[in-house]
Each structure stands twice: as structure tokens, then as C-alpha cells.
């Protein structure tokens, strides 16, 4: 599904969406629970488990960035949709959880990979932290609609349908988050970031596949990488065009700064 680049919508914008998601209902079948086979359980169980590990975090050290810039810019809105954002993925992460216990899934409190990746988001500024997560987000978007079709089971089937549609909203916030908290960096710094970003995608392709082959194994592991680094190239453009759509107001980077998170 294509991401539309059409331009920034207002922070206050993303704060109403978050708001209004976290009311749908998605009707999910709880009660329609179905055993899985012992076969389906063991292809599963492990994969499920580091994802919904993935979907949890406090994100202390992203949403204290997001406080500073949102001070900066003089836009509460802005870390508004921060909070709602992690609140969001939070809820993901209890969706997941409470599948997991109607399986019979053991939850796990942190792998190697998560903890890695969980430092190198710390590092740097809101804009960089946002680079970072939106590669969580690409995974995600190759991962839950293979995750719906390897049990077919009704809780999973409809919990992945949300987590789908939500993660591909997420694509385009932090989307956005990169552009409007790197619109003062210049053009060699993100450049630099860039190819940071692909290098980072590419490893993570290469790292996922590895662990979770038993849900992503139709794809293959070359299938899978490209897919992802297509994603990411995507990414990249998009957030580029959102640049030259604000510097092309002709005013300085600080203050289409201040008109685009309004």
C-alpha cells in the first residue's frame, strides 16, 4: 500500500487520530478460541512473544525527546501525539499479551536483539530516535500479515488486522516526525542518516528473518530483505519530498519549522 506524501498534517491532527483509534472497536472474537495444534504453537509461540515485547516500552528516554523538541517548537500538540503514539503501541504489545495467555505462550522480558535495538534508538535526537522506530514499523508490516495467515486462527487473524492497519498509520507519523525534527539539520546530516538507516534496515531485515523464519519462511530470507529495504527506500523519499515541500515556502529551516508543526 502506497504512503501518501501529500504534506504535514498538524501534530494536533495525529493527537485527534490516536485519540479516535484508541475508541474503535475491532470486535475481536475472544470467546471463538480455538486450540492450536502443537505444530502451529511451536512455529508461533517464541515469535509472538519477542514481538509483543517489541510493542512494550515506557519509551522514557523518546518521549523526554519529544518533550524538549515540542518546547522548542512551542507546540504541546506535538509530544501530545507522542504519548498517544506509545500509548498505542502499548496497547499492542496487551492485545498480543492476552492472546499469548488464551494459548498457552510464555511472554518473554527481553532478548539480545530487542535490548540492541532499544540502545540504538536512544542515541541522538527525537528525529534520529523516529529513523530508528520506523524500521520496526516496516518489519511489522511484512510480519503481521504472514503471522495471520500461519494459524488462521480467529483471535490472531483479527488482533493482526488491527495491529496492520495501526502500524501502517505509524509509518506515516514517524514519517512525519523525521521530517519536521530534521528540517534545521542540514543536508550532509541527513544524508548521513540515511544511509545509517539503510544499513540499520538491512541488519534488522537479516536478524528478523533469522529468528522468526517459522512465521516469515514463505518469503525466504533474500524475499524478505528486499521487501524491507524497498520499504525503507520508500521512506527515505518520502520524507525527503515533505523537506522540499516546507523549504519551498522560501523561508529559513526555523521558521517553516514553526509553521509546519501547526
Excluded at 59 to 79: D, I, M, T, V
Amino acid at each position: 500500500m502506497p504512503v501518501n506524501f501529500s504534506g504535514l498534517r498538524p501534530t494536533a491532527w495525529w493527537a485527534a487520530y490516536f485519540k479516535k483509534n484508541a475508541g474503535k472497536d475491532w470486535d475481536i472474537p475472544w470467546a471463538d478460541n480455538p486450540p492450536l495444534t502443537t505444530g502451529q504453537h511451536a512455529r508461533v509461540a517464541a515469535s509472538i512473544a519477542e514481538f509483543q515485547r517489541g510493542e512494550s516500552s515506557e519509551a522514557r528516554n523518546y518521549l523526554a525527546k519529544s518533550a524538549g523538541f515540542a518546547a522548542e517548537a512551542a507546540e504541546p500538540s506535538f509530544h501530545e501525539a507522542s504519548v498517544l503514539f506509545v500509548a498505542e503501541e502499548n496497547a499492542h504489545a496487551e492485545l498480543l499479551l492476552r492472546f499469548m495467555r488464551q494459548a498457552g505462550m510464555e511472554p518473554k522480558q527481553g532478548t539480545f536483539s530487542d535490548g540492541i535495538f532499544r540502545r540504538i534508538r536512544a542515541v541522538s535526537d527525537i528525529g534520529w530516535s523516529s529513523r530508528v522506530l520506523i524500521i520496526a514499523e516496516l518489519v511489522a508490516q511484512e510480519y503481521y500479515p504472514l503471522l495471520k495467515t500461519t494459524t488462521e486462527h480467529p483471535v490472531l487473524c483479527r488482533v493482526c488486522e488491527k495491529l496492520i492497519q495501526d502500524e501502517f498509520a505509524h509509518i506515516r507519523f514517524q514519517i512525519e516526525r523525521i521530517a519536521r525534527a530534521e528540517l534545521t539539520r542540514g543536508a550532509g546530516v541527513r544524508w548521513i542518516r540515511e544511509g545509517m538507516q539503510t544499513i540499520l534496515s538491512l541488519g534488522a531485515a537479516l536478524v528478523v528473518y533469522r529468528e522468526h523464519r517459522g512465521v516469515l519462511g514463505p518469503l525466504g530470507c533474500i524475499g524478505f530483505v528486499r521487501r524491507i529495504l524497498r520499504r525503507n527506500n520508500r521512506v527515505i523519499t518520502g520524507v525527503r519530498r515533505l523537506h522540499e515541500q516546507v523549504l519551498n515556502q522560501g523561508k529559513s529551516p526555523r521558521l517553516c519549522l514553526a509553521s509546519a508543526t501547526r
